[in-house]
């Protein structure tokens, strides 16, 4: 437990407050967007760093723990993982041991201070990300992990950056797509779309993140968009 626990996890800290509540919303649409067939992996992901992915996987993974769902997340950023960091726990075992030494899921997985949400770690930063990431052994532990939990949420690298969340995106129910407001470049979301969908993803929604709504301090809203919205399928329900 070397790290110290990230201020970005609003919802557990605070289950009032109003990022809490935004997380809350997010919870409930996506609930409703699968509501035939539940979205059981979602892959989080972005155009670009620091858009709030990791965050938002956070936080989510605690809203949807509340409402009396088992959850893991599980950190398939191998390049520059953080959700260690945001829960105070240790990055090994994890994902990397799993895929490389066969190391069971059960002995890998470790617990948050959120009842009911379980964290998978990255484990150690390996040499060749993409080659484990987009491996069969990746996509027998992501349907272990679906069938010992409600949800599994998977934290990934930048869409456009690297080519590790185009591979786990068609081994998940769903993509949410994070992008920072009055930041990231139309261009950049559409080739981030045109990338995913290449790679068979559904896109379920996306989640505007540091929205300034009404132009005061309060700045970190979220905006969500449901795929059954648009007809270019992003989706739309305000936080």
Do not use: W
Not at 178 to 199: F, R
Request: hydrophobic share 40%; aromatic share 6%.
């Amino acid at each position: 437990m070397s790290e110290k626990p990230n201020r970005f996890v609003y919802s557990n800290v605070d289950s009032r407050s109003p990022f809490a509540e935004a997380f809350r919303t997010l919870r409930t649409n996506i609930s409703f967007s699968g509501v035939d067939n539940p979205y059981r992996t979602i892959l989080v992901a972005s155009t670009l760093p620091g858009e709030g992915k990791s965050s938002t996987t956070a936080n989510l993974g605690v809203v949807i723990a509340q409402a009396g769902q088992r959850v893991l997340i599980i950190d398939c950023d191998l390049r520059k993982p953080v959700q260690h960091i945001n829960f105070n726990l240790n990055n090994t075992p994890g994902v990397t041991n799993c895929l490389v030494n066969e190391l069971e899921l059960s002995k890998a997985i470790q617990n948050t201070e959120a009842q009911g949400l379980d964290v998978l770690t990255s484990g150690p930063i390996p040499p060749n990300p993409a080659e484990l990431i987009g491996s069969n052994k990746m996509a027998a532990l992501i349907n272990s992990a679906r069938d010992a939990y409600d949800i599994v949420i998977l934290d990934s690298p930048p869409v456009v950056t690297v080519t590790d969340a185009s591979l786990l995106a068609s081994m998940v129910d769903g993509v949410l797509l994070v992008v920072k407001t009055a930041s990231t470049k139309i261009e950049l979301v559409q080739e981030t779309k045109s990338l995913l969908e290449k790679a068979n993803a559904k896109i379920i929604g996306v989640v505007l993140n540091k929205v300034d709504v009404n132009g005061s301090n309060y700045y970190y809203h979220y905006y969500y968009y449901s795929s059954e919205d648009k007809k270019n399928n992003i989706p739309r329900v305000a936080l």
